[in-house]
């Protein structure tokens, strides 16, 4: 290890040679060289892949050492084009959106999946120093410490209302003998008061994965910790899995034709716009469980009585009802537990709409091992129900654990907008 350190642009050789450094300065300068040639490979070979990202959220209290676990948040990240996207599991495309905006409660973190690492090793951005050789998880190892500007980093932190673009710094490690990248550490540096944070830090460790006929270099998971000025904290203990190939699948056959069959003309489906104002009853064909259930998962339902407008029939009986959960919490064995849930698109023979809704009530008695919370309105007893963002209906029970039974019975009452695209 050479006795003056040596800082070096991610964009050139290093400076080593450039100052006409000895033999173990051009080695390291030639080693990193060849280490980013091959980061470079792996993260832009593959231009479009996505894995599904769990996301286990845990707060801790101030004054407290310990986490308390929160919820489960699950969803489809990809990155295409040089950007990361996010969508709920099974949706039929990615929209230009983040976690930050379908997510309600908590902390939840971006660019953990390739986009920071895709700033510092494809794109160039920042300043590096050899930290020396070291001995990883039992694999020989080299450590560089970089540092990137705010206006470089692209690494965004939202929490205390505020969200900001925030300088970085950190280190990451390779292997010396396959040069593949294995993990990589980047705390924000002089983050602006607005965002209360004393530390933020994400750690992502990596490994190959078979993709198609390529072995490709992905995270296989990361750790988001944010520490606030009052010592209260959040965690995102993210996985990533079942990661595919983004794209459509094409096949060549050689085979003699098969003789023409007369096509069958698709069913045309009619679009439906939904008028605001009208109420909707709604009931689970499923059940939620807080010891199983996440946030990201797929609900479903149906209209639970004919919904008519001008005295024409709008929805009939029975039309499925799709959406997803938004919100689980479970902080404590002693607080409610708060639920929050949106539906999106309904359909029925010929016809789909987008559906674009507030939760205006449901029925005490069906709500399972327990009950809603009320509060008296000054005339009743009322459940409990707010929407903070609007489209997601929540609502709180009696108890950290439930478990909402198929046939939960709710009504919605329509937004204007319901004629929004779906995602």
Wanted: glycine share 10%.
């Amino acid at each position: 290890m050479p006795n003056t350190a040596c800082v070096v642009w991610l964009t050139a050789i290093g400076c080593a040679i450039a100052a006409g450094a000895g033999a173990g300065q051009s080695s390291e300068a030639t080693q990193l060289a060849r280490f980013r040639e091959k980061v470079r490979q792996d993260m832009t070979g593959i231009p479009n892949y996505t894995c599904l990202e769990t996301v286990d959220r845990a707060h801790r209290d101030p004054h407290h050492r310990s986490f308390k676990a929160i919820d489960t948040v699950r969803l489809e990240v990809s990155s295409v084009g040089g950007k990361e996207l996010v969508a709920w599991p099974g949706a039929r495309r990615f929209g230009d959106q983040d976690a930050t905006t379908m997510v309600t409660g908590g902390a939840i973190g971006t660019g953990m999946f390739a986009l920071f690492a895709q700033k510092l090793f494809v794109t160039g951005a920042g300043t590096l120093q050899y930290g020396g050789a070291e001995n990883l998880a039992g694999r020989a190892s080299v450590r560089y410490d970089f540092h990137v500007t705010r206006q470089d980093s692209g690494f965004r932190i939202t929490a205390s209302g505020a969200s900001e673009a925030v300088a970085a710094k950190g280190s990451f490690w390779f292997d010396t003998n396959s040069l593949d990248l294995i993990r990589l550490d980047v705390y924000g540096d002089a983050m602006p008061y607005s965002l209360r944070l004393e530390e933020a830090v994400f750690r992502t460790s990596y490994s190959r994965t078979r993709i198609g006929e390529a072995d490709a270099l992905l995270p296989r998971q990361s750790e988001l910790t944010m520490t606030h000025f009052s010592g209260e904290a959040s965690r995102n203990a993210i996985k990533f899995s079942n990661c595919h190939e983004y794209q459509s699948q094409s096949t060549i056959s050689f085979a003699a034709p098969p003789a023409s069959v007369p096509e069958t003309p698709k069913a045309q489906v009619r679009e439906v716009n939904l008028p605001a104002g009208v109420l909707v009853p709604v009931e689970l064909d499923m059940a939620i469980d807080s010891k199983t259930a996440s946030v990201g998962d797929t609900l479903r339902g149906h209209v639970a009585a004919e919904v008519r407008y001008q005295n024409d029939l709008l929805l009939p009986q029975g039309a499925a009802i799709a959406g997803h959960i938004r919100q689980l919490s479970r902080r404590s064995s002693r607080a409610p537990a708060v639920v929050g849930l949106e539906f999106s698109e309904v359909e029925w023979p010929g016809a789909h709409a987008a559906f674009y809704a507030e939760l205006v009530d449901l029925y005490a008695n069906s709500a399972g091992s327990h009950h809603p919370v009320t509060y008296f309105n000054g005339h009743a007893m009322q459940v409990l129900i707010e929407g903070g963002l609007p489209g997601v209906g929540v609502f709180y029970l009696d108890a950290a654990g439930f478990h909402i039974p198929s046939g939960f019975h709710m009504v919605w009452r329509t937004l204007a907008g319901s004629g929004r695209i779906v995602e």
